[in-house]
């Protein structure tokens, strides 16, 4: 009876804290807050591996970047080797072809974090932004709509997403619908705030309701001795 007491306690606790979560669509660099970003420019330019550890400047993190594809990724430049509407200079990871979603885990977790995205072939279209827990599981995801021109004048558009919680483990970009191909797109350098908020995984309560049992046991022998 107490042992089942204290693991719906323990369950009761995780509920509450995952439902309170909130999430939003971010469409602004500024709304992400932090320091923390992951540079393509620490990439070599061309061709990138599938999946791929890169890390998060001006934190402790790390950051494994995938493809659903496993073709390998391309580091192209704004200007140069991309002929977009990201800002001049640019640097981009690009999937190379309609090889998308793209997907970025984090050694843990997070707040928020975005990026200017841009399909391949010129027109408007419909992208999404995904956030992930520890498993790769969707928490939420926001579509967004953007343009996709030549302009090079920084009109790309941009798609962030943020937790009231901090439990964001991973994000991910994916093209909905576009003139074709909506899954052959490039992201610029993405922005990165660490969580704010520490929120145990599912195996953290395991461990603690095992605790909370074995410790009432032992004040119940105790107790009879």
Do not use: C, H
Not at 36 to 59: E, H, K, M, R
């Amino acid at each position: 009876m107490l042992r089942n007491t204290l693991l719906a306690v323990v369950a009761l606790a995780f509920s509450a804290n995952t439902a309170s979560a909130q999430y939003s669509l971010l469409t602004s660099r500024a709304q992400v807050g932090g320091t923390g970003f992951i540079n393509w420019a620490d990439l070599p330019t061309g061709s990138v591996s599938n999946p791929f550890n890169i890390n998060v400047t001006n934190t402790a993190l790390t950051a494994t970047v995938s493809q659903a594809v496993q073709s390998g990724f391309t580091r192209v430049t704004q200007g140069s080797s991309w002929a977009g509407n990201f800002s001049s200079g640019d640097a981009l990871l690009w999937t190379s072809a309609n090889n998308g979603p793209m997907t970025i885990m984090f050694s843990s977790n997070i707040s928020s974090a975005g990026a200017n995205f841009q399909t391949d072939f010129f027109g408007s279209f419909v992208g999404r932004i995904s956030a992930l827990d520890f498993s790769g599981n969707v928490l939420a995801f926001f579509n967004f709509e953007g343009n996709s021109t030549s302009g090079g004048d920084g009109s790309a558009v941009f798609a962030g997403i943020t937790s009231t919680n901090g439990d964001i483990r991973g994000v991910r970009f994916e093209g909905v619908s576009a003139s074709n191909q909506p899954n052959d797109f490039s992201i610029n350098n993405v922005s990165v705030n660490g969580a704010t908020t520490t929120v145990p995984e599912p195996g953290t309560y395991a461990l603690m309701a095992s605790g909370l049992v074995a410790l009432a046991v032992v004040r119940r022998r105790k107790a009879r001795a």
